[in-house]
């Protein structure tokens, strides 16, 4: 039977894909335990360590695989999403990471600073040895561009305080990846800054309790007075409030992959439907005439909405390899990435909206047992809906940029 | 200001919905306790019967409030269900009875049948005295017109031998008015009975563990060798699989104030809505700006799908008290019976969509708060989903039934 | 067989309708000619005053039928609807004008202004006697609170300069209801004036050339220096910009009536759809069972669609009588009005929206002999979609009107 | 400024890409006129044939441009649809017929068939020269699969009784390629047999009056007693009635390409909403401010369904490819084709779909003028509605079609 479901086109790409269909039976089988008990799949991850999944977009000259294609690491992600959409978010979370280190350690070396490349790489070498990260951005009541945690600077470094939110990863990061506001005599400029675990003053809280991605450990983390040697503050930023070209790539790149793991969760979905819409006897149950062509109707349109979402990211997830990750890629202007970007949320909003609608509609196929807590399409419905509220931007603020970029032509 | 929103056109109507109003506020309080622990609200509902509330549609005549406006039970139950939806569905199913039974008293006496008119107004007497009374109809792999639980003749009596599920209610019922299969010469009929809790062979599990509805105390029901007197089965039936014009009126008039409550969800998630959406300063919040614009769509939005869902229960509800209700309502021919019924599906349908949608929209609204469990809506969005699995038809079996009604006539 | 489409409630709604029947099928016999060489129906409508049908919402006092429902008036005007849009609209133009000259006659009566109160009968007697008017408000490149058709004061009277767009049923109107822009020491202020046929310096195009509402003869008008006198310049008046309480009553009684117009078309769709999906045999048609079942899924989206319109229709018609045209009505504050608008514009799109719905899912059922220009169905999908840009508000302002309307609560 | 629209990816597609673009051009500056008065644009055809744009799709061993790739093709007559819909589906009716004989000529040579190859090559040889050829398989009230246009055996050929319908590009086509139904001892065959223009008894009417696509040339073509020769009749056939492999894929690559037609429609549509929503000035127009917020947020949700059109078009092209056009490409068997031509039909659903709404949000950008005759997009709207009527499957068949496939895997 011929497989048209979304394929890894690289090498790397491959053999990350079968890793995610191996960890993926291994996270299907604990996702119920994991949600109920609102815990985070240790072991889990420490098998995707073991096997190199962990490694995956680590240069092979650090250790690592050596995957360099926002695509791939997505179709891949997306594998991992159909056994558990949390251990795949947070997966996400540590795997961005190093494809945006590659991109910034050859944009370094293109403009020659070494020493700024020779930074990027010895994180990307502690990450070779398997350490594990997590991009540490979101706060309550703003957005990405406007972090209010701040960093000072002190002797020798600085001193961080305020309060991260939708930590996911943060149970088992080694290091956290955080943004921060600083003051400038130009103004608040946002900057990023490394903080070990463990740094005195950063409080990792157990109050993740959702709705749903209950196994992915999105914690508050709280700073106080943490400080950190100068060292681990990247040198650039952009003044609060804005965004600049490096701003949205690192955004594009570390995020994109989080779109086709809500793919996943759909396709995982569309199992159940498929299942249950199969021609049943109406011995087993008188009732089974009743409704079996709308079944067929439904199913058809989980399996275009399904084609749909590949279609996006595949198309997006090729541009974004073109335009951002290519050894020859130029590096694009303000406006240029603004229109990635836009490509992007656009993408985002169509597979959020999509894969709500694929777990919804299987739910109605299936009746009125998938609405029972037992049945796995009750918790897919409650994880898919995490989508829109991924970063960067809520459905709200997404049309408002993509319209905005369009006008600006 | 004015009131746009749904309102009594009786005095009963107007008396029960300032009751549903008052226990609204109470079963406000308790809904998030008692959907974290998937308990029933028992203390709530003694209340509710302490009122006089539970007792709205037993005619005055038997001791109750004399409700006997279609409408305007669903209006109320709208309001409580803004409340907790979970309270709502469960006093749906005692009150629904109510109704049903007038109706079958009024046309007993109507063609003469002066003892059935008898039997069902001593189950009214009994309502009056303070009695809970449930429908328990749904079981696994069959729909409505294909009951699998046998009644089979005994001694006096009937013995009744099956399971039924989505037994919302039943932790306190007193009366369960159970459908059955039974065979006769003519083949296999559909019939209802009676069974006073506690019956021998009667057995009220504790297995309801809901996506949502986590306090409706929807358990199932097992029947093994339970044996009622005569009286308690009720005459007439239908012939096993089919429906009858009686059928479909008990079905219409029962469950259609179930679909007000799912307008009340909607409502309540709306609240919610308008509260994120009120300008904020960007003193606040530094990104208030981005979005505000978004955000009064979204709000206009589910003005739009409240409005209709509110015309749709308002005129649906009218109809059926012309048609079914009224003192001098014609008893309708099973083809008009149909076109009513088919009219009350689509109204159904549309409710459970928009105010799936309304729920949705109201988190994009406020949100990545609002994907904590500790936000209203994240439950909100798990009692919603509950619309489209309420009896009778799912949303893929409404669309035939509603298109070959069409189709015929 | 049962009727579930709307019904009048009123004796001169009753009438009405029955007229409005009559007309339809007149209407409906030269609709295709009528769209095919954009000429008005003048038989059509001399027939209509003939009957009475225009002097409907004339009082009885001055020689009309007296219908004081606007929504009766809906009613009927969507069973005109049924045989010919074009004609619907056109219709609506002079008819809501009674409607609203009666609401000015009962605030004069009640506010004690006898002269402002004997003009405007004086304009219904007019009525009664035959005349037609129209309302001639709209403008390119503005919207209604923004006039730039200008009134500046002469000797006795007043001078009017400016173009009017879309003047639906200017060909055999005798009365303009301008709507003009006139500077005060207060700044500029939106009033309205009446100009007879015929006036020096009026021109009345003959260039409507539209994509459907093709009989509508919505030519432009040009007024230049066209000179009335002092007594056909309504008292009172707005700001220039804004809206007040009374601006908002007159657009919402003369402009919701256009609501029913386009389930009126929809409907006629429908009965297209029904016909092509009643079962075929195969004899006739070899490919007759594929889509069966998707052509019955159809029907019922569309059943559901209709019944939903009704019921926005029904409802909201229901409440402007209550809340602006009942002799006991309140008048309402310039809040209130707001809401009730902003529910009028709900309303507005939601019938808008689900009448293109039901035409588009009706040529999908007819299939490709519905997009040949000689299928009735081909005409509807052009009349339909005039009813987004049906006064007031586009649908993107209205999103915004209503969106800031309940932030506002 | 970066260009993410659908891009070619094959030297001969850029070639043809660059003509289709050329064309365009000159087919938008008629597109008005040909629309008003329905005739067919001979002067842009023969400039097409001219420039070599027709014969793009003939191998350059037969004086073709020697274009393979089903998804370039699709790309270039996308842009051709910007400037005139009508001209790039008739364009297609031809084109794709050469990519279809293409793989016919690679299936026939690796089988050995050396006659058929010869026959076929024999054909494309012929439009090396220029020659025209149109598909002429659409009848009234039957499927494709179920031809009622007879082909009877007489001396030394075959005679042809029955009408075509929608004989798109029949005003200039040379060649016709027509659907048959033939008695053999198994049963009625389905089978295909080329007709020479002028044949006797072949008859090209003058009947295309359509909604849309009006420059088409979509008439009806009825042949009676129409003789050719038995080299003619392609050898091979279905049974009538059913679908094969090759029957399949003929449809697959000879009909996927109007799928981009109808994505090309709405890109020239968003143009227009576009350059309505730049930002005006209040001098311009007072109202400019009320919706424009409403505004961006219908450019954005245009953006989006382009760029989900446009990632279909992508992805599908590429997969029909790889598994169809490719020297490669195994031959599928009927399952899989099954899903190859089921993706085909998701797609052409999505894009059928979001086109007629990307054109009906540009309508809602521009406002009321957009509703008159005269504005280009009056005519988008028109053409946009072809899209789902175009072969294989209805709406209504295609999701029977899609659901099946994927329930029998």
């Given amino acids: 039977v011929i497989d048209l479901s979304l394929q890894p086109t690289t090498g790397a790409g491959r053999r990350f894909a079968e890793l995610a269909a191996e960890h993926a039976s291994e996270a299907a089988n604990g996702a119920a335990e994991h949600d109920a008990t609102g815990t985070f799949p240790v072991a889990l991850f420490e098998n995707m360590k073991q096997s190199g999944f962990l490694k995956a977009t680590v240069p092979s000259e650090q250790g690592g695989m050596g995957l360099s294609s926002v695509r791939d690491l997505g179709v891949g992600l997306g594998r991992l999403a159909q056994g558990d959409g949390s251990a795949a978010i947070a997966a996400t979370m ?73 930590s996911t990863l943060c149970e088992i990061a080694d290091l956290f990846f955080v943004s921060v506001r600083t003051e400038t005599d130009g103004g608040p400029m946002t900057k990023s800054v490394l903080v070990p675990r463990g740094t005195p003053g950063q409080q990792i809280l157990s109050n993740w309790d959702g709705l749903g991605m209950r196994a992915s450990g999105s914690h508050d983390v709280v700073y106080d007075g943490c400080v950190v040697p100068d060292a681990y503050m990247l040198p650039g930023g952009v003044p609060w409030g804005q965004d600049s070209d490096l701003s949205l790539r690192i955004a594009t790149v570390g995020q994109f992959p989080l779109v086709p793991v809500f793919l996943g969760i759909a396709e995982a979905a569309h199992l159940h439907a498929l299942d249950a819409a199969r021609p049943r006897t109406t011995a087993d149950d008188p009732s089974a005439d009743m409704g079996r062509a709308g079944l067929t109707q439904l199913v058809a349109e989980n399996e275009r909405d399904l084609a749909t979402c590949r279609a996006v990211v595949d198309r997006t997830g090729s541009l974004l390899d073109t335009f951002l990750m290519a050894d020859d890629s130029p590096r694009l202007d303000i406006g240029d990435m603004s229109r990635v970007h836009a490509l992007f949320q656009c993408s985002k909003q169509v597979v959020n909206r999509l894969s709500v609608s694929v777990v919804d509609r299987s739910m109605s196929v299936v009746g009125g047992s998938s609405y029972r807590r037992e049945h796995p399409l009750s918790r897919l419905y409650r994880d898919v809906r995490a989508g829109g509220f991924m970063q960067p931007y809520s459905p709200v603020e997404a049309n408002e940029y993509i319209g905005s970029v369009a006008l600006q032509q």
Avoid: C, Y
């Fill in 94 to 166: 540590h795997l961005g990471f190093g494809l945006i280190a590659q991109r910034l350690v050859a944009d370094a070396a293109r403009s020659n600073r070494i020493e700024l490349r020779q930074s990027i790489v010895a994180v990307l070498e502690v990450l070779g040895t398997g350490a594990i990260v997590m991009a540490n951005f979101t706060e309550p009541k703003t957005d990405l561009r406007h972090p209010n945690v701040v960093a000072t600077p002190v002797d020798g470094g600085w001193s961080i305080t305020g309060r991260k939110t939708f």
